[in-house]
């Protein structure tokens, strides 16, 4: 799951803050060409706001594992509590030098701020959880001292940032990026109860014990996904507009685009847990599988290579390349990490990354050579 999740984050980071700048996802209208309207009809429908979902989710399922493995540990609290903090260095390192749009920063504080919670009995869990997602449904009607950038705004910023990010020096890119971090902070807090409400849900979700069960359930799972997958795509096709059936009321408008994502992202889970347990299944799952027990490696590899791509300082393809191109490159991106996540996990137990925030949670060093058994992987996002 996480895999997959991580190849729809590339492929909608690639689309909306590479291909293009930030804002105009914002303004873009329909793609011109038809391969180019597929593929943004795929992006759109299939991954815009679902893998984020289902990632933000499986953050909170790997809390909740590191929680557990460690009850017995006296130090458990504070193993914890720097776990999260490592985390918060590798994304500040990461917003400031490579590119503002990490998430890695934001799910630290997250993680932070939800982890009290964990020792609570899981019904704290679950109506914080439920009062977080209220809360981000009526963040845009609430008299907050934020608010969205204004149009004029965005459109000045749009022709800045073509033209730095396309053309300019790394130097250049570095203190433009630097001075878009509070633009991109705004629109973060309209969405940061959503991600701990996430989190929350699947640290609920391994409590359950469902997942240490997949063999029993994989059925049931198959036909929960059929259903949440239907009604995702439903409310999904509302929400962009390609039918018009369920909005009667503002409310319900507010109802649909918070939760359209957030139902298909879960139908998502539901159809690969189910197929997990099936053997015909799993050389197709196998290409996910390598990325997602190195997500975080991934992850930034993912934003360095897609700067080299298309910023000025690499080979400046900022505005030159449509949807489907972009779709295309995340598909070789991907396609090349599987390949060699699953050649490096053959040699080592952990990716890079993920040993070194292993090492710096427990102040010394992991074991770094041999292969570790699929079922005793840790989380690597949480």
Not at 103 to 119: D, H, Q, R, S, V
Not at 204 to 212: E, M, R, V
Not at 329 to 338: K, M, T
Request: proline share 4%; glycine share 10%.
């Amino acid at each position: 799951m996480r895999g997959f999740a991580l190849f729809g984050v590339l492929a909608i980071n690639l689309d909306t803050e590479f291909r293009v700048t930030l804002y105009e996802q914002f303004f873009t209208e329909r793609a011109a060409g038809a391969l180019d309207r597929l593929a943004q009809t795929i992006l759109s429908l299939g991954f815009e706001f679902k893998a984020i979902t289902l990632f933000s989710v499986l953050f909170g399922v790997g809390l909740a594992i590191q929680f557990e493995r460690l009850a017995a540990n006296p130090r458990r609290t504070m193993l914890l509590i720097r776990r999260l903090a490592v985390l918060l260095g590798f994304g500040l390192a990461h917003l400031l030098l490579i590119w503002n749009g990490d998430i890695l920063t934001e799910y630290a504080i997250a993680g932070l701020l939800i982890l009290p919670l964990l020792f609570l009995p899981a019904r704290a869990s679950l109506v914080a959880a439920a009062g977080l997602l209220c809360l981000y449904i009526l963040m845009g009607h609430l008299p907050l001292p934020l608010s969205f950038p204004e149009p004029g705004l965005m459109s000045r910023h749009i022709a800045e940032a073509r033209a730095v990010y396309g053309h300019g020096s790394f130097l250049q890119v570095a203190a433009f990026r630097i001075a878009e971090i509070p633009g991109i902070a705004t629109l973060l807090v309209f969405i940061f109860p959503r991600t701990m409400a996430l989190m929350l849900l699947g640290a609920l979700i391994w409590k359950t014990g469902l997942l240490l069960q997949l063999g029993k359930h994989s059925h049931v799972l198959l036909w929960w996904s059929a259903a949440l997958i239907g009604a995702g795509l439903l409310l999904s096709l509302e929400h962009y507009g390609f039918i018009s059936m369920l909005r009667s009321s503002a409310a319900a408008e507010t109802l649909i685009d918070g939760f359209a994502p957030i139902i298909l992202a879960f139908g998502y889970a539901a159809l690969l847990l189910g197929l997990s347990q099936a053997s015909a299944m799993q050389p197709v799952l196998a290409w996910f599988a390598p990325v997602g027990r190195m997500a975080f490696t991934n992850y930034i590899i993912q934003s360095i290579v897609l700067t080299l791509l298309f910023y000025g300082f690499g080979l400046g393809l900022m505005g030159r390349v449509g949807v489907a191109g972009g779709l295309g490159i995340a598909a070789l991106i991907y396609a090349g990490q599987s390949w060699a996540s699953a050649w490096w996990l053959d040699r080592h137990r952990f990716g890079p990354l993920e040993w070194l925030w292993r090492t710096l949670m427990y102040g010394e060093p992991q074991q770094w050579r041999g292969k570790v058994a699929r079922a005793a992987t840790a989380a690597p996002l949480g």
